[in-house]
């Protein structure tokens, strides 16, 4: 079991930075699990945003690739989304995700949610 909560959501004028971080707590260890960010507009599916394998590797979206950075501090249980050059179509709820290591990143790998925080960029 492993529960996901997420924090540093704001409002921010476009061209800003934002960094959002998802404390993971629960008997296990973050060390085997993926993590990964997504987000949801108003009205709109849920979107990937990148994902962290233990390794260390990454992967980004495109629309946010150059953008953002995810990082992970194992020791502290906890992954960072560092977003820069904030524009208005990145306004949307973000959450944390977490998937088991020799998973792919398939929605559907990740099994642990967090329950988000809103993250709004104004023009």
């Known amino acids: 079991q492993v529960q996901l909560v997420e924090s540093g959501g704001g409002s921010v004028e476009a061209g800003g930075s934002l960094r959002l971080s998802c404390a993971a707590s629960g008997r296990t260890f973050i060390s085997m699990y993926g993590m990964g960010w997504f987000r949801q507009a108003p009205g709109k599916e849920r979107d990937f945003v990148a994902d962290?394998?233990?390794?260390?590797?990454?992967y980004y979206a495109d629309s946010v690739k150059g953008r953002f950075t995810i990082s992970r501090d194992n020791a502290k249980s906890t992954v960072y989304l560092q977003m820069n050059s904030l524009k208005p179509e990145d306004t949307a709820v973000y959450y944390c995700?977490?998937?088991?290591?020799?998973?792919?990143?398939?929605?559907?790998?990740?099994?642990?949610w967090g329950q988000g925080t809103q993250v709004t960029v104004s023009s």
């Open positions: 962290i394998h233990s390794s260390g590797d990454t």
């Open positions: 995700a977490a998937r088991p290591v020799f998973s792919t990143r398939s929605y559907n790998s990740y099994n642990y």
